[in-house]
């Protein structure tokens, strides 16, 4: 069955360091999506891709960067993770179906603390 | 931008009693989703329904476009429908923008 994996599931790292969190999809998707959830927030968008090759910035993207390589992986990268970037993280995916409508997938989030 | 907004933001059932859950959304959406978080954090699909009513099981979706609302309606409520149930908008403009509301936390105590 298709899917979408993240990885790690749970991340504790220190500030200043960069941190790397993978997402793959294998629904063979075009659109990839990077958001955070926190408390009192819901969930935020923070990249999206359209394609291969093709990023870019939602509502919180400082601090954050992702590439797109190829179509299963979008992986987001904190350059230097602050205190303030502790949330759980969900990857999702969609694709344009008949009706022009895109459905999203989430993958299981990971927990990021930094210290 | 687009606006999303929930309510109630907590509700407390007993086990077998019926609810509902309504979002409220700007006219830039076209598209609406409605998922349920577990307790273990999962997001689960629920239901696409940009208009229309759909069914699955004990739950139902309704949403009016025209009058920019949307209803989850939960029967016969299980301790397993226990969770926050969210509903996201997808803005009608020339890319996919998804914006989610702050959810509702549902409670089903035996």
């Known amino acids: 069955d298709a899917e979408i994996t993240q990885s790690p599931r749970h991340k504790i790292t220190e500030t200043g360091r960069q941190v790397t969190l993978a997402c793959h999809q294998t629904?063979?998707?075009?659109?990839m999506f990077w958001y955070r959830q926190d408390l009192g927030h819901g969930l935020r968008l923070i990249h999206y891709s359209y394609g291969v090759q093709d990023t870019n910035k939602g509502e919180v993207s400082d601090g954050y960067s992702v590439s797109r390589s190829n179509t299963e992986d979008l992986p987001l990268t904190l350059e230097s993770a602050a205190s303030s970037q502790t949330s759980v993280y969900f990857c999702?995916?969609?694709?344009?179906?008949?009706?022009?409508?895109?459905?999203?997938?989430f993958g299981p989030g990971t927990r990021l603390t930094v210290t | 931008g687009i606006q999303v907004e929930q309510s109630p933001p907590d509700l407390i059932l007993q086990e077998g009693a019926n609810s509902t859950l309504r979002c409220n959304f700007s006219?830039?959406?076209?598209?609406l989703q409605w998922f349920h978080q577990n307790p273990w954090g999962q997001l689960i699909n629920l239901f696409y329904?940009?208009?229309g009513t759909k069914q699955n099981g004990r739950l139902s979706a309704t949403t009016v476009a025209t009058e920019r609302y949307s209803l989850l309606y939960i029967s016969s409520s299980q301790t397993t429908d226990s969770g926050v149930y969210f509903c996201?908008?997808?803005?009608?403009?020339?890319?996919?923008?998804?914006?989610f509301g702050t959810g509702t936390k549902l409670q089903v105590i035996p």
């Open positions: 999702a995916s969609s694709e344009l179906r008949a009706g022009a409508y895109y459905e999203q997938y």
């Open positions: 329904i940009p208009s």
């Open positions: 629904w063979n998707h075009n659109n």
């Open positions: 006219d830039s959406v076209n598209n």
């Open positions: 996201a908008g997808v803005n009608s403009g020339g890319y996919q923008k998804v914006t």
